[in-house]
């Protein structure tokens, strides 16, 4: 119905032509007066924007009315950001001054109102495109996670979830172009469904976000973005190849996209494969080969009312999920149970079949002989702005399908989930007026529904993780700031109430082939979910203010209080998860998460030096993790031959500093520095050593970076060419939940990487033909786990962690060496051929 509505408004509105506003002028160079090219001029909260043209004259056109903000930016000149009332055609010029850093002052728009870096009061991190493609990573959230304050909690290569200030799972909320990621979130081994290529930069929110976006953003929110829509009258693209060595991902993506007066689009297919990777300790490590396919497509309206957009995309990924599981004797890795086993009452009974991998094993890019798992991840996100008055209303609205299928041994699913989600948000925007004030309100939430698939047929033995249920989520809020001359204040309040009803679920002949999902009532049977029914209530709210202090010197403070809900798993787990080998149980009574968190910052953003230091302490009431049990003669609680978890709540601690600095000397414009620290440090109040600490909190990590920039030559092919150092410092981390070795310290290590990278240019018209870029992460193949790495706990001799193998105790790991160890060296190779038609006539736009 909805898809009916959108075009219907288009075919209105192409048949009625409405005369919008326009943005032009000319860039030049504040020094020489000279026109400047290639400069850049962009409205973030619009997606639109021009490059200048070779007399450094631009024109943005149709642009809605209203107030936006507008960021200038082109290499080798600092950023410019300035506050537009489009009204009619507007006229503006910009002269821009030299600068060499990376670090630019941009517009962020994840904090609801549109404003700068050094004016938001909650600290913030921005990966722009450049960072994204001079950088190897085999998924999108590795892509961000050396940024300050930022990790990933890992399950092998193909699978990473974000923590921000040492919180991640529920507490931190992806977003995809503002649509919120859902798909699974609270487990340990649902990665973040959105493909790398599709992603052009990303802004990290590090603090407290529930005022903007509900119970999910408690730690912060990470919100990606896809590229900018060309300027009217073009059509721009790309292919863009990638190769890495270490497990030979072999990457491909084709995009294109135009606009023709306010009429954009852009379609993008995607496809990634990789075999298993390599480490110095084991060599190739078995059962970590995974493949992802993604066709993505937008179409819009942009005119003197305002934007539509509809945005669709579906994505298909098969990964394995690594087991540890290894030979007793030789300790290599090995398959579940032989190849060509039987099944007899329940349970594979070795053969004569294949035992240990081959090198054509580890070498196949079919990721389906191991543990693995299929997951399909279908999206729909219509997006609307309408101008009202001085402001603007938005409305989107959303539907994503998110499908689970899990293979343990075989090729029939014994764990099948579909999660159903229904997004949406109303907000009205206005910016400006007499008072100068930036206001944003409006309420938004989720309708989500879930269900399991049926029984697996026999001998195969279904898991149910979770029940099936419904949760509705909606929240109402206000954001006002205020913009001085040198003082910003800001705040806001938010309510939200979320409903989550569980169906019950009972089964007969539990944890044998012979398993059925039966109705209530019938006799000898387990229960495997009961019926509940919540209702949750909080509150959210932020007071915060930022003041530009002399010598381009800058401080902030922020003051939040946030809210979360326990998720369906803290809430009623009650099954083997095999993606975790471990039995979890939930708890019902869970209580919702409520937290206190200070923010202080001190930066600076002068000629030769950009650095931010950020402070923060974080209280949390009811913080819920998930406990190992120990049983009552001591050593660990089993059920069904697997260590048995259960979420429990307690007041935590968590606090640290993230910092970064860049230094870029006007006087030595062809070197750049570029460092970034992370220290956090968690604490259970009033529990014994071994207890103490907030499970998977990160170590302390230094990045640093130098950066060497060939002048460009008129006359040569090669433009924007670089040559980096760098290493990343991992200091052990000690501060751990030791207790029944649910967490092990970890060691330190260093890890060196480089990078080279440059545009070929066509002589006469300086246009992109080709961009290559090549880097080498772990360059001295060091052997190291990195403490947020989940394969580290996989270890199991002789098919032990096949669940079907009931009452076989997995070796438990109790140092980090006896676990799977993290990606040895690995070079990455990137080539991108930007392409690009403007009329009849060719064009290469900036890559």
Known sequence: MLRKIFFLSLSLFSG????????????????????????????????????????????????????????????????????????????????????????????????????????????????????????????????????????????????????????????????????????????????????????????????PASLQYGANAMAGVVSFKSQPFPETGTIHGSIQSEYQTNNGLIGNSLDMGGNNNGFVWDVRGSYETAHSYQDPHDGHVWGTAFFQGNARAVIGWNRKWGYTRLSVSTLHKQIEIPDGNRDSATGRFEFDVPQNAQFVNGKYVPGTGQVFPTLSNFLSYNPNISSYQILNHNEFWWQNSINVGRGRIGADIGYTQSMRHEIDTGNVSVENMFVNDIPYSVKYQVEGGKLGLKITTGFNGVYE?????????????????????????????????????????????????????????????????????????????????????????????????????????????????????????????????????????????????????????????SRDVNFEVDGFYNYIKNFIFSDRLGSNEGGDSLILGKPAYKYTANTAVIAGVAAYINIHPAAAKWVELDNGFTYIYSFLPGQTDSTQHVPWTPGPRLTSKVRFKLTNKPSSIFNGTYLEFGLARYWAQNNIYSAFWTELPSYAYTLYNMGIGTNFVNRKTKQVVCLLIINCTNLTNVAYVDHTSRPQYFWAYNGANDPTNFGRTPAIVTKQTEGIYNMGRNVGIKLIFPFGIVGTRAKSPKA
């Open 449 to 605: 529904f879930m269900h399991n698939g049926p029984e697996a047929s026999a001998p195969y033995i279904s898991d149910f993780e979770i029940p099936n249920y419904h949760i509705f989520d909606i929240g109402g809020y206000g954001v006002l700031q205020k913009d001085f001359k040198n003082l910003t204040l800001s705040g806001g309040l938010r309510y939200d109430v979320r409903i989550i009803t569980g169906q019950p679920m009972y089964l007969i002949n539990y944890t044998t082939p012979q398993q059925e999902i039966v109705p209530a009532g019938e006799q000898g049977a387990y229960t495997q979910f009961l019926p509940f029914s919540h209702i949750y209530t909080g509150f959210s709210g932020s007071v915060g203010a930022t003041y530009q202090l002399p010598g381009h010197n800058y401080v902030k403070l922020n003051l939040a209080k946030s809210y979360r809900v326990p998720a369906i798993n803290e809430l009623t787990s009650n099954e083997l998860n095999p993606g975790a080998f471990a039995y979890e149980l939930g708890d019902i009574n869970l209580k919702p998460e409520a937290g206190y968190e200070v923010d202080v910052a001190f930066g600076n953003n």
């Open 16 to 207: 009625v032509y409405v005369t919008a506003q326009s943005l032009s002028g000319h860039v030049m160079d504040a020094t020489t007066q000279e026109a400047v090219a290639g400069a850049t001029v962009y409205f973030p909260q619009l997606k639109l924007g021009a490059v200048s043209d070779a007399k450094g004259n631009y024109k943005i056109a149709p642009l809605p009315k209203g107030t936006y903000e507008l960021e200038l930016e082109m290499q080798g000149y600092a950023t410019l950001t300035k506050q537009i009332t489009i009204k009619g055609d507007i006229i503006l010029d910009f002269a821009l001054t030299i600068s060499s850093g990376s670090l630019k002052e941009v517009i962020i728009t994840a904090l609801g109102n549109a404003t700068t870096l050094r004016r938001a009061p909650t600290p913030v991190s921005v990966v722009t495109h450049d960072m994204f493609l001079q950088q190897s990573s085999t998924n999108v959230v590795d892509a961000i996670a050396r940024q300050p304050g930022i990790t990933a909690i890992t399950t092998g290569p193909g699978v990473s979830k974000p923590e921000i200030n040492g919180l991640g799972y529920n507490r931190v909320l992806v977003l995809m172009d503002g649509e919120r990621q859902e798909d699974f979130q609270w487990g340990d081994e649902h990665g973040i469904l959105i493909d790398p290529f599709a992603v052009y930069d990303a802004e990290i929110i590090r603090g």
